[in-house]
């Protein structure tokens, strides 16, 4: 299984990001995803969700109206569309694999590739 996740960056308040994942070595399609984010010294923070089954998503409530997932399922790779961004968006963010639990659970998830760092500064 490998998740490789891109698309991080310097940005500025208030600007924009697309972070893309891409997937191999599991049935991509049947699998919901979600991305994780982990600011230096903190806890790891779940950001948002899409189950496999119907495309339904889920959001923190901290970037809820700002970032939008999706995923594309012919080109196994998943994606997080950044805007408003906030100094406190600044993070390392991986994309994952559902497990089992909620939803809005970090510990529901059990792959994570090595992430893309974004840094949200003027």
């Known amino acids: 299984v490998q998740l490789q996740a891109y698309g991080g960056g310097l940005v500025q308040p208030g600007g924009s990001l697309r972070l893309s994942c891409a997937a191999s070595?599991?049935?991509?399609?049947?699998?919901?995803l979600g991305w994780v984010r982990q600011a230096p010294g903190k806890e790891i923070e779940w950001v948002s969700a899409?189950?496999?089954?119907?495309?339904?998503?889920y959001y923190a409530d901290s970037v809820k109206g700002r970032f939008t997932i999706s995923r594309d399922n012919a080109k196994n790779t998943l994606y997080l569309q950044m805007s408003g961004l906030k100094p406190s968006d600044t993070a390392r963010y991986y994309c994952?694999?559902?497990?089992?639990?909620?939803?809005?659970?970090?510990?529901?998830?059990?792959?994570r590739g090595q992430g893309t760092q974004v840094t949200v500064s003027s």
């Open positions: 899409i189950k496999a089954a119907d495309g339904t998503t």
């Open positions: 070595g599991f049935a991509f399609s049947r699998f919901s």
């Open positions: 994952t694999t559902y497990d089992r639990g909620p939803y809005h659970d970090v510990d529901s998830y059990n792959r």
